[in-house]
């Protein structure tokens, strides 16, 4: 009877190890620029991977992050993303990079990325910034030019220019396509559309609210 809980425990144990390592594996070569043609790639991490030998220094590289975002949209923010999609050869490597640009009183509106922990820096201008904890806790602070804030994987967060000038922050993730669910577009501009009911009884809202919100435009800011 002892070996067979012994040899249960050992299943169970490796068992994890295997959903752990499976979660976020490290690469096992330098690096796998992502290419789209699948008679030659290896697929990894969603991405084909090009043969190394013919990595180029273009595959590592994006030019135009220091050319202002156009904040001309209903949020009055631009981000741009600099990921796996702009630089193949981010793929596997599990970091990524974004510049968010802010017009006076311009908004990041809440959302999340689901597979990414953010790290951001103000360069230019005072931000209101802040993310909500699974048990329903706001986390927030002022950031000026220097400071540096963290926002927790899948966590849902926001970024507001408090000011009467414009804002710039970078942000990095760590993820190479760590994804954004912006929750407003996700909940009232989803395709095909949710149940009304269900909005209704979830936000504790008119019926002919919740239509005129699910009538209604989502921008997206990226």
């Known amino acids: 009877m002892k070996g067979v809980h012994f040899h249960a425990a050992f299943v169970l144990m490796a068992l994890a190890f295997t959903l752990a390592s499976a979660f976020d594996p490290s690469p ?85 990325h689901p597979r990414g922990t953010e790290i951001l820096t103000v360069l230019e201008g005072t931000l209101s910034v802040g993310f909500v904890t699974s048990d329903n806790r706001l986390i927030t602070k002022v950031l000026y030019p220097g400071d540096v804030f963290v926002f927790p994987i899948g966590l849902i967060h926001f970024q507001f220019n408090v000011g009467n000038t414009n804002a710039v922050a970078l942000a990095g993730l760590s993820s190479q396509n760590p994804g954004v669910i912006t929750i407003a577009n996700a909940v009232f501009g989803s395709n095909p559309a949710i149940n009304p009911d269900v909005l209704v009884k979830a936000f504790q809202l008119d019926l002919n609210i919740v239509k005129q919100l699910q009538s209604r435009f989502w921008m997206d800011n990226n």
């Open 28 to 112: 096992l070569q330098d690096f796998c620029v992502a290419i789209n043609d699948t008679k030659t790639g290896v697929f990894v991490n969603g991405k084909f991977c090009k043969d190394p030998k013919l990595a180029t220094a273009d595959d590592f590289f994006f030019r135009g992050l220091n050319k202002p975002g156009n904040t001309s949209n209903q949020l009055r923010s631009k981000v741009t993303p600099v990921n796996v999609l702009q630089i193949l050869g981010l793929n596997t490597l599990g970091i990524s990079l974004a510049r968010i640009d802010f017009a006076p009183y311009g908004l990041n509106p809440p959302h999340t």
